[in-house]
């Protein structure tokens, strides 16, 4: 029998605590315990702790030395339920759930938690309304039984089991940090910038830019305000719509050169600058606030840092300890895959079965050998380009893979007729909600649009990880559709991802290296040396125990580019 215990900690270091049954009630009384730490360690046996929230529970938990294997995070459970029942957006906090378990009044949530670099949060900010453990536990039994009304019950049951799961991982790789180097960092800022002037001003190179494209205009401009650099061009005789870095790149003008090269260094000055460093950098470890699910697919986010947006001559910073290494593994080509495993289309899961170049397979199928053809035409489908070149590629595509494009164009028609999408395990997208796009702009930074390749997708990455789909939160059903039909095949890849993070952080447990990075399709482990080589077995590992679990039995293998180096900046 599952030895399932319920906890909620005291305001006085302390915390009530009680046994469940298999129904999720009580199955003992209610005791009180003088000291949080000592209450979960006097119980090795318990398999699942049963708790309002992990952020609210789990770091003081770590500070003491105690580890737990698993928890079920009453919070995650009802947001997944929420969307589920096409309720996604309602408060979803226990005191929420409880009030409409009990039909009162539904309390809002409480504003997101700002972070604060390099120390706790402050203690004045709001906290959320307190629910007694008899009442918490009534809340989880009515989520158990509301799993069981799902169309999947052991698919949703699974997924909050993983997004739980997920929230152990985050909070030990917050306490844990991820080694850096101020050192090393210092050494880059000042090789690409240049010396600090007093007063916070523009360093060195950035000022020397700023001269160079004004020079190339013939008057002052302001590289840093795109209103200003657009009206320079248009006085040039050049019509921009944006200073994005794809537009600037096809105008022939002298001034383009330095201004690319001022975004770049504008960026990093502005997000991993001095600043930045002095803020996030504490004791030889950068320390973000990983959030998961933080986004309608279930992707994870920060709350600051940008840890989920580490330039890559930033990540020259990220060393190993004396003695230990870090084994940086990256999922190959894992959006075809997972469409192949949800799809089940035997051809496409016949190629996704190999652990070679599933774009070079396809091509050899479909497309007379013609690799970026076939890569374009498998991102197409899933990123919903039906146009143009596309609309041909994807015809190509749906002759040789019938059943996984039929899959997304099916998932993009509910979208556009406003009926739920879901993953494969239960993740619910709603029908008209998304991501705001406002947060793809950061205040004085320019920003850059994605790469052609990038372009093709119509969800990117924004600020900090925050994903944002364009013309999602409007009317617009086609705009709507596309966004469901990559919603089926990120969200999916977003669930085996959390299987994945589970299996190797109980893997791990046994050893001395620690999870220590996370983003979508790429994790990062710190170890020793000598635990190198077992460290990318279990990666390996874990990968295929996590496409099992997600996807059942299926030919569909899911390989990792993996790489041991001392530094990050090494890996790729």
């Not at 940090?177 to 960092?185: E, I, K, M, N, T």
């Amino acid at each position: 029998m599952t030895d399932r215990w319920a906890l909620a900690p005291a305001e006085d270091g302390g915390a009530e605590v009680a046994r469940l049954g298999a129904d999720g009630l009580p199955a003992g009384p209610v005791a009180r315990e003088p000291d949080l730490a000592e209450s979960v360690r006097s119980r090795p046996d318990v398999t699942r702790w049963v708790w309002r929230a992990t952020d609210e529970v789990y770091p003081r938990l770590l500070a003491a030395g105690v580890r737990v294997e698993r928890c079920y995070d009453i919070e995650v459970a009802e947001t997944l339920l929420l969307g589920h029942e096409g309720r996604l957006g309602e408060p979803r906090s226990a005191a929420a759930a409880l009030a409409r378990l009990r039909g009162g009044p539904v309390p809002p949530d409480p504003p997101q938690r700002s972070a604060e670099p390099g120390s706790q949060s402050s203690l004045f900010e709001p906290r959320p309304v307190h629910v007694p453990l008899e009442q918490l536990i009534d809340v989880y039994a009515h989520q158990l039984r509301r799993h069981e009304a799902t169309a999947h019950p052991e698919r949703m049951r699974l997924l909050t089991a993983a997004e739980s799961a997920g929230t152990l991982v985050a909070g030990e790789m917050n306490a844990s940090g991820l080694p850096w180097s101020a050192a090393v960092h210092r050494e880059v800022l000042h090789e690409l910038l240049g010396e600090r002037y007093a007063g916070g001003g523009e360093p060195r190179r950035l000022a020397e830019l700023t001269d160079e494209v004004s020079a190339a205009f013939g008057r002052r401009v302001r590289p840093d305000l795109p209103a200003d650099v657009v009206k320079a061009f248009a006085q040039a005789g050049i019509r921009i719509r944006s200073t994005r870095r794809w537009e600037i790149e096809s105008v022939d003008h002298p001034a383009v050169k330095p201004l690319l090269e001022y975004k770049t260094l504008y960026r990093i000055w502005v997000a991993h600058g001095w600043s930045w460093l002095q803020d996030w950098v504490r004791d030889g470890r950068f320390r973000p606030e990983y959030v998961p699910g933080g986004t309608v697919t279930g992707r994870w986010v920060t709350n600051g840092g940008g840890a989920l947006q580490i330039p890559k001559v930033i990540r020259r910073a990220v060393i190993a300890d004396p003695g230990w290494r870090l084994v940086v593994a990256d999922a190959d080509q894992m959006e075809p895959r997972v469409l192949a495993a949800i799809s089940r289309d035997p051809g496409l899961m016949e190629v996704a079965g190999r652990e070679t170049d599933l774009y070079q397979s396809v091509s050899d199928r479909a497309f007379a050998g013609n690799r970026d053809q076939a890569k374009l035409a498998v991102l197409g489908a899933v990123y919903g380009q039906t146009s143009g070149d596309g609309l041909k590629n994807l015809a190509a595509l749906r002759r040789r893979f019938p059943k996984a494009v039929a899959y997304v164009d099916d998932a993009a028609r509910a979208g556009e007729e406003g009926r739920l999408v879901r993953t494969w395990l239960g993740r619910t997208c709603p029908p008209a909600a998304g991501a705001d796009d406002s947060s793809s702009e950061e205040a004085g930074i320019p920003q850059d649009e994605p790469g052609e390749a990038d372009r093709t997708a119509e969800v990117v990455q924004a600020a900090d990880g925050q994903e944002w789909a364009p013309g999602y939160a409007s009317t617009n059903s086609r705009a709507r559709g596309r966004f469901a039909r990559n919603f089926v095949v990120q969200g999916s890849a977003a669930d085996w991802a959390l299987l994945l993070l589970a299996a190797l952080r109980r893997t791990c447990a046994g050893m001395a290296a620690e999870l220590v990075f996370f983003q979508h399709d790429e994790v990062m482990v710190h170890c020793p040396a000598e635990e190198a080589d077992a460290v990318v077995a279990a990666i390996r590992e874990a990968a295929d125990l996590a496409g099992r679990l997600t996807f059942g039995q299926t030919p569909v293998r899911f390989p990792f580019t993996t790489a041991v180096v001392k530094c990050y900046a090494d890996a790729k």
